[in-house]
């Protein structure tokens, strides 16, 4: 039965704010809604945050058409959502996350045929996978509507290197829905890396130590160089290393408050390639491993294109020669705002904390599904147009949005 309005908007809020706290979706990406109506369904707005979202911003849509009356715009994946209304006239509430561990298991393209047993009340027999195509186009709603014409039993599906769709006769369904997936893809995945690694036991790093001799990238390293983060004012940036700072001048790199460590050289090299204003040292195991194997990582998560670039190049790394890095490291994170570094994690780039939390969480998750994908042996890529479109309307409307 569909939700009063104001119902209705009151939890399409609460559900943006769980979200986010529980981690199933980052900055504005995946969306939420709420039917009113056999004809309509409430959305939430587009480039928006969730943590103060109002109930005047969202937005009414008619299921028919996507069509809707107002002059904040909706969510551009409004077509996703009005297919699962039309198909399943029980669904009452919708939410689309980009939660880790069906994000990794949908990038293979393998629909999960035998689901474990303790989650089929909640996921039914199957949970199918939707073919890709790129965010916000009529190619993505027709090849989820596909989907679930197909699938018809199924609530929860995967689209295939961008999240998942859950589809709940509630709110409450609907996060059990999603919380029940991720379960249930967290236990493929373990599944997956004992099969293949003939490992007794699950451990994230025995997964990293396999996944680098499946490489044939040596071992992770003993010691990670604390390239520190910075801050940028003008002409000045504040530098931090080891929990002590100093001011460097970014024309000549010298500094004005104290002695300047030899890592600022490759933070004045990414302020010369790029205006930004924040530079960030991320040192997760997962960033690590995959910056062991010194290769580009080429997306297989299209918001990853998005924030971080159509391809992110790994920097060899010399140790005491900093001038040399420095400069690699520079032309490296032109139109970027991710620099891989040999064995020693990423330098992450942005214009605020908000910006680097998003991408630090975007990274991480990228460089776990590189693992993750790799035992799999199913890699698969967003086709480099896409990701070259996504990037470019990231730059221009997305992030300027956001960040108002």
């Known amino acids: ?238 530098l931090t290393v080891a929990g002590k700072t100093v001011d460097v001048d970014l024309e000549t790199g010298l500094g004005i408050n104290g002695a300047v460590p030899q890592c600022a050289k490759i933070h004045k090299a990414i302020y010369d390639t790029q205006n930004c204003t924040m530079i960030k040292q991320v040192v997760n195991p997962d960033v690590i491993a995959f910056s062991c194997t010194g290769e580009t990582m080429i997306p297989m998560i299209d918001d990853f294109a998005q924030i971080a670039g159509v391809d992110v190049k790994c920097c060899p790394w010399i140790d005491g020669d900093y001038d040399a890095c420095a400069k690699e490291i520079g032309k490296c994170s032109d139109a970027r705002n991710v620099v891989f570094i040999q064995a020693n994690g990423a330098m992450i780039t942005g214009d605020n904390d908000n910006d680097l939390k998003a991408l630090q969480s975007i990274v991480e998750k990228a460089c776990e599904a590189e693992q993750d994908v790799t035992i799999f042996n199913r890699n698969q890529y967003v086709p480099r147009t896409e990701r070259m479109i996504m990037r470019a309307v990231y730059l221009s409307k997305y992030s300027k949005r956001i960040n108002k």
């Open 1 to 238: 039965m569909a939700y009063e309005i104001e119902e209705a908007k009151r939890l399409v809020i609460e559900a943006g704010k769980r979200l986010v706290k529980t981690g199933l979706i980052t900055r504005t990406w995946g969306n939420i809604s709420a039917r009113i109506s056999d004809t309509q369904f409430i959305i939430t707005p587009s480039g928006r945050a969730y943590e103060t979202l109002t109930p005047a911003e969202l937005v009414v849509v008619n299921i028919d058409d996507c069509s809707y009356d107002y002059c904040i715009k909706p969510s551009s994946e409004r077509g996703v959502h009005a297919v699962a209304y039309k198909h399943h006239p029980t669904v009452d509430f919708v939410i689309h996350t980009h939660q880790k561990a069906a994000t990794i298991v949908g990038i293979t393209g393998m629909e999960i045929r035998n689901v474990y047993s303790q989650y089929k009340d909640v996921l039914g027999d199957k949970i199918p996978v939707a073919d890709y195509a790129m965010s916000t186009t009529t190619a993505l709603r027709k090849n989820v509507e596909m989907c679930i014409m197909m699938n018809p039993g199924s609530r929860a599906i995967m689209l295939k290197n961008h999240g998942a769709l859950c589809m709940g006769d509630s709110y409450e369904q609907a996060f059990e829905l999603a919380d029940t997936l991720e379960k249930c893809c967290e236990r493929v995945i373990k599944d997956n890396y004992l099969r293949h690694s003939w490992a007794k036991e699950y451990s994230k790093e025995d997964k990293r130590n396999y996944y680098l001799n499946k490489k044939d990238a040596g071992k992770m390293p003993e010691r990670i160089f604390d390239l520190g983060s910075s801050v940028r004012n003008d002409n000045i940036f504040t």
